[in-house]
Structure formats: C-alpha cells, structure tokens
C-alpha cells in the first residue's frame, strides 16, 4: 500500500489537530530517503514544527536542506502573493512601491480562500521545478505536504474549484484551473488523512473525507491510525500487591483501557471507510522531538511497505 504512495509525485497529508499529521509528513520523509527519493517536506504557513525536529532552528520561507534527501519549506502567503505578482509585473520596484506589508496582509485576510491559491500555486511550482543539470529532471522525486488541519470553515483544498467557478476569466481562473489538474491527476497526487482511533478525530475524518468525495476529484491514498497502543491482558489487583507496586497497576489499568478503546474504534475506523487502505502506527511511549526518536515508528512502517 505504500509503494502506490512512493510513487506519486505529491503526497498530502491532512488530519484533525493534534493527531500527528505533521509526525507522519516526517516518517514518510524519512522512509523515502531511505529510498534515495529526494523530497521535500512543504508546511502551509505553520509555526515551524519540521526543522527543530531535524535539529534545523530556521524555519524557510525557501527551500532548504535539512536531512540527506530531505529538504523543507515554510510557505507564506505574503511570499506567495508577492511572487505571484512580480511573476505578472515583473518589476520588483513598482510591487514595492504599491503593494507595503499592511496592504498584503489585509488584502489576504478580506478574500477568502486566497491564502490557500496561493500557497498552492507555489506547490504547483514546485512539482513543475527542474533540477539545474542538463537532463530534464525534477528537482524533488516526492512532495510531502504538510496540509492545514481539518475542521476550518473552507478546506484548502477545496478552494482552487470554488475560485475556478466563482472567477470565469483572467490569471487567477488559470491558476486556480492548473492547480485543480495537478490534484486531481491520479498519477501524480495523492491524498492520505491521519487520525487517532479515538470518537471525535475518527467522525471529523468521516465527514471531512465524504466532503472532499463530493467537492474534490482527490485520489485517496491510505489512513493512518495514529498512536494505537498495543493489545494487552487484562489484569486483576491482587490483595497480596506491594503497597509500592500499586502505581504501577494504575497505570497499568490506564493503559490497558486506552487498548480497549484504539480496538473499539478501529474497528470503527473499517466500517466507516471500508475503501481505504489503513496503516496502523504504534503508540510511543516518548515524545517524538528529534528526528532520532522516530526509529521505532520507522521500522514500524518499513513493514508495511510492501
């Protein structure tokens, strides 16, 4: 199931808040280097979360290097927008002159759906960009796109059909129209929602995906059920147990109901989306803050592989 992954040129990965989208984007990452596939890893105008875990402190509105065959972006949308106007005007001076950091910022936040065609359009530029050498080679073998999280009033992806219809003519219907054949090509796209087998992240999933059904021509590629713990034993108290080893039987007992709970709603997870494909990752019991705490979850997915 991930080879059919590996072999598309643009992998978006999308999931509620918290349920470790952002983890994913960097364990794929980090498996596809294994791979010897260039790639870069391209947040949508987050906070920084890739380069500290690869021990990175700059977070880059430009494509750097951060892990052999790993590189990251940070896009903004001013960047975005500013790029989109000189690639139309050109001159440097005049978008300067006409287009100051308050004027941007507010002309962004008042049309909606904006900051997201343009970020877009800066990922489809990506995918388009050449590696400077003789032979025609793309600069990147993978895009992971670390994509907003669901839950917002417009999804990000769904702007670039809304722009097309709402704007018949002119550059923008153009760009909206290229961006939306970059999504929807099956041969080259892909998209993958990660989730945690718990009640709300596994119903938003539910209704984000059938949203996206209906608005989106997106190829769905497999869901990941993030931090399942393992299946354990249930275990009783025993009246002859260390007052000191009591601790320990709590927690014991915590962990053993949060097994219950992953198993109940994976299975829920495989009625609600019995057509996808589902990639299980284990819990870990350590955060996840450098890119060498990522090993086990590594191996963990180098199985399922193929």
């Given amino acids: 199931m991930l080879e059919n992954l590996f072999n598309k040129r643009l992998v978006l990965i999308s999931g509620k808040g918290g349920v470790g989208k952002t983890s994913v984007c960097v364990l794929l990452a980090l498996l596809a280097a294994k791979l010897k596939k ?11 979360n890739i380069t500290p875990i690869f021990n990175t ?19 903004s949308p001013q960047v975005c927008f ?4 000189l690639k139309h005007i050109r001159l440097k001076t005049i978008y300067k002159t006409f287009f100051n950091n308050k004027f941007v910022s507010n002309f962004l936040n008042a049309v909606p759906g904006l900051n997201e065609i343009l970020m877009l359009g800066k990922i489809y530029e990506l995918e388009k960009l050449q590696k400077k050498t003789l032979k025609s080679e793309p600069a990147y073998d993978l895009i992971i796109i670390d994509a907003p999280a669901t839950g917002h009033n417009l999804s ?3 702007v670039p059909n809304i722009l097309k219809s709402a704007i018949k003519i002119g550059p923008l219907h153009h760009h909206a129209a290229s961006i939306l054949d970059l999504l929807g090509n099956h041969d080259k796209t892909i998209f993958s929602l ?11 999933s539910f209704e984000y995906v059938a949203t996206l059904k209906e608005k989106t021509n997106l190829n769905f590629g497999p869901l990941f059920i993030n931090s399942v713990m393992p299946e354990i034993v249930a275990v009783k108290k025993n009246k002859n147990t260390p007052e000191n080893l009591i ?3 709590n927690y014991y007992q915590l962990t053993y109901k949060r097994s219950l709970l992953n198993q109940y709603y994976i299975d829920d997870i495989h009625n609600k989306f019995p057509n996808l494909e589902k990639i299980t990752l284990p819990f870990q019991f350590k955060d996840l803050d450098n890119v060498k705490d990522f090993s086990n979850l590594l191996s963990s997915l180098k199985e399922q592989l193929h």
């Avoid at 260039?38 to 920084?48: A, K």
């Avoid at 977070?59 to 896009?75: G, T, V």
């Avoid at 990660?194 to 938003?204: D, F, G, I, Q």
């Fill in 38 to 48: 260039n790639t870069l890893i391209v947040e949508m105008n987050s906070t920084g």
């Fill in 156 to 158: 990000a992806l769904e």
């Fill in 247 to 249: 601790d320990c039987w």
């Fill in 82 to 85: 500013e790029e989109y106007v």
């Fill in 57 to 75: 402190s700059v977070s880059s509105q430009k494509e750097i290097p951060i892990a052999p065959y790993i590189s990251s972006i940070n896009l």
């Fill in 194 to 204: 990660v989730t945690l087998a718990e009640e709300m992240p596994v119903n938003e």
